[in-house]
């Protein structure tokens, strides 16, 4: 389920422009969820996508009763680097560029599409047809780990495990300028961004989100620079991008967040999922993957010194 309050940004806009950007979803898909009674407005089932809506109404959309004309398919072309594999988990290294799931603008060509290839079974894990097995994700500039369920008990047991935070992620963050303090934990509620719905923002009606932070190192060339660990408390979308962004200190290469400040040769934010850790859905086991800097990023810290 999903469950927004409308920002004063969409005040006025119809139900099924908001549905579509709340579901990333069509606006047909979104005219059709309405239609089959999955959204609601302050808890009164909507039957009408032409609907304008009024600032601060909640939205509740049952992601179920979305319409899904053709599951993903499977493509060999994808590329699909895995760290781990056995009979309830796959651990992925996700290269930066890859869309993991399906989704408006990006049909096909996604991480999901490639898994399929080699996992044909992860099609009815889930429940959710355009992401199955998907437990989280990476944005698309983003690299590095990321666990796929195999079957429907360990996807059910590893999204209690992000539900409650006892899943571990670390990132490797390169920002602009020097933290003040060495370390830090950030806590402020993330949400819809009030003057632009596309992007989110640190706002008083969000969601709670923490985000940790240890200074690894400091640059002063190519620019004042800090290589920064993150280990999200809570996952919010884009939780750590926004979360730099509004203490001062934006991500390296981050198009929406990085206040147009230039990019020092970067295709793509400097953001990567270094380290997994989980309780594994069958065994109970803790397991820990890492993965290093991939070359584009590694390169750059290195010429950083």
């Known amino acids: 389920m999903i469950a927004e309050r409308v920002p004063a940004a969409l005040a006025g806009e119809r139900l099924d422009r908001v549905v579509a950007l709340l579901a990333d979803i069509s606006r047909s898909a979104a005219v ?4 089959a009674g999955g959204v609601r407005i302050d808890g009164t089932p909507a039957r009408s996508g032409k609907v304008r809506l009024v600032e601060d109404a909640q939205i ?10 053709l599951p993903p398919a499977a493509d060999p072309a994808v590329p699909v680097e895995l760290v781990h594999v056995d009979d309830a988990v796959l651990v992925v290294d996700k290269p930066a560029g890859l869309v993991v799931h399906p989704g408006a603008g990006n049909l096909d060509g996604t991480l999901v599409n490639g898994l399929l ?3 044909p079974e992860l099609a009815k894990v889930g429940g959710v047809a355009d992401r199955p097995g998907i437990v989280h994700r990476l944005d698309a500039g983003s690299s590095g780990l990321l666990v796929v ?8 047991a590893l999204v209690e495990q992000f539900t409650a935070h006892t899943a571990g992620r670390r990132y490797d963050a390169v920002v602009w300028g020097h933290p003040a303090a060495p370390h830090g934990i950030i806590d402020a509620p993330i949400g819809r961004d009030v003057a ?3 992007r989110m923002a640190v706002v008083v009606a969000g969601k709670p989100a923490r985000t940790e932070y240890q200074v690894m190192a400091m640059f002063d060339r190519p620019a004042e620079l800090a290589r920064l660990s993150c ?5 919010r979308t884009h939780q750590i991008r ?5 203490v001062g200190h934006p991500l390296l290469g981050d198009p929406t967040y990085g206040e147009r400040r230039t990019t020092l040769g970067l295709t793509r934010p400097f953001l990567h999922a270094a ?14 993957f890492e993965s290093p800097l991939p070359p584009d990023l590694q390169a750059f810290v290195d010429a950083a010194g």
């Open 149 to 156: 369920a195999r079957t429907d008990a360990a996807f059910d």
């Open 242 to 246: 926004v979360h730099l962004a509004a």
């Open 60 to 69: 509740e959309v049952d992601q179920a009763a979305i319409p899904r004309s």
């Open 32 to 35: 059709a969820t309405i239609e």
């Open 196 to 198: 632009d719905p596309l």
């Open 117 to 119: 290839h080699r996992y």
């Open 275 to 288: 380290e997994l850790s989980f309780d594994h859905p069958v065994t109970g086991d803790r397991l820990t």
């Open 231 to 235: 280990r999200l408390q809570t996952g």
